[in-house]
């Protein structure tokens, strides 16, 4: 079975940190770019960052360049998000998708995993 599945999200306050993982089964990211996106409610779903491949190329939505992190390990077939001074804002739902390129169609997406900010 194909699959992605989303960890390491839950209840933070403002200003704390939380890394998200990506893991990948059945198949092989080291052939993927991954991207991170997340949905708010009532919001559309937006993509927050994507790295490719190889990990050599990461790319940012402009309002989380400095805070958010994506990176991945191919040995341990997951890809990372590590998200730095988190806001209110920033609570979703985040989905990691895998895709040959970033900004190509998604194959494969991951159930998602909750991210909320509040005292």
């Known amino acids: 079975q194909l699959q992605l599945v989303e960890s390491g999200g839950g209840l933070v306050q403002p200003g704390g940190s939380l890394r998200l993982s990506c893991a990948a089964s059945g198949f092989t990211l080291d052939y993927y770019a991954v991207g991170w996106f997340r949905q708010a409610p009532g919001k559309e779903r937006e993509e927050v960052s994507c790295i490719s491949s190889s990990g050599d190329s990461t790319y940012y939505l402009y309002s989380m360049k400095g805070r958010f992190t994506i990176s991945r390990d191919n040995a341990k077939n997951t890809v990372y998000l590590q998200m730095n001074s988190l806001k209110p804002e920033d609570t979703a739902v985040y989905y990691c998708?895998?895709?040959?390129?970033?900004?190509?169609?998604?194959?494969?997406w991951g159930q998602g995993t909750q991210v909320t900010v509040s005292s």
């Open positions: 998708a895998a895709r040959r390129k970033c900004l190509s169609p998604v194959d494969y």
